[in-house]
Protein backbone atom coordinates (compact mmCIF):
# COMPACT_ATOMS: atom_id res chain seq x y z
CA UNK A 1 0.00 0.00 0.00
CA UNK A 2 2.63 2.51 0.31
CA UNK A 3 4.49 1.80 -2.83
CA UNK A 4 0.66 2.77 -4.23
CA UNK A 5 0.49 6.20 -1.97
CA UNK A 6 4.17 6.67 -2.47
CA UNK A 7 3.11 6.47 -7.07
CA UNK A 8 -0.43 8.78 -6.36
CA UNK A 9 1.97 11.20 -3.92
CA UNK A 10 4.11 11.64 -6.84
CA UNK A 11 1.67 12.21 -9.26
CA UNK A 12 0.70 15.08 -7.47
CA UNK A 13 3.72 16.88 -8.00
CA UNK A 14 3.05 17.41 -11.37
CA UNK A 15 -0.51 19.21 -11.52
CA UNK A 16 0.09 22.81 -13.22
CA UNK A 17 -1.84 24.41 -9.40
CA UNK A 18 1.11 22.37 -7.93
CA UNK A 19 4.22 23.65 -10.21
CA UNK A 20 2.39 27.24 -10.40
CA UNK A 21 1.88 27.75 -6.39
CA UNK A 22 -2.08 28.26 -6.72
CA UNK A 23 -2.84 24.78 -5.35
CA UNK A 24 -5.14 24.99 -2.16
CA UNK A 25 -4.62 21.99 0.11
CA UNK A 26 -5.56 21.70 4.15
CA UNK A 27 -4.54 19.34 6.50
CA UNK A 28 -7.86 17.68 8.49
CA UNK A 29 -6.19 15.98 11.02
CA UNK A 30 -3.26 14.15 12.31
CA UNK A 31 -2.73 11.29 15.03
CA UNK A 32 0.03 10.48 16.63
CA UNK A 33 0.82 7.05 18.45
CA UNK A 34 4.05 6.13 20.36
CA UNK A 35 5.81 2.86 19.41
CA UNK A 36 3.58 1.81 16.62
CA UNK A 37 5.36 -0.16 13.48
CA UNK A 38 2.71 1.07 10.87
CA UNK A 39 1.49 4.32 9.15
CA UNK A 40 -1.72 5.23 6.93
CA UNK A 41 -2.33 8.27 4.99
CA UNK A 42 -4.79 9.52 2.45
CA UNK A 43 -4.72 12.21 -0.28
CA UNK A 44 -8.28 13.17 -1.75
CA UNK A 45 -9.19 16.27 -3.78
CA UNK A 46 -11.90 17.93 -2.17
CA UNK A 47 -13.41 19.57 -5.15
CA UNK A 48 -14.37 15.74 -6.53
CA UNK A 49 -15.78 14.57 -3.80
CA UNK A 50 -18.11 17.22 -3.67
CA UNK A 51 -19.45 16.83 -7.06
CA UNK A 52 -22.87 15.70 -7.37
CA UNK A 53 -21.50 12.65 -10.15
CA UNK A 54 -19.05 11.01 -7.45
CA UNK A 55 -22.10 11.01 -4.87
Known amino acids: TMQ ?3 ARHFELFL ?3 YKNGTWEYEE ?3 HRVENCCGAIGGIFDAVH ?3 SSTA
Open 4 to 6: TLD
Open 15 to 17: HQE
Open 28 to 30: VGS
Open 49 to 51: LRS
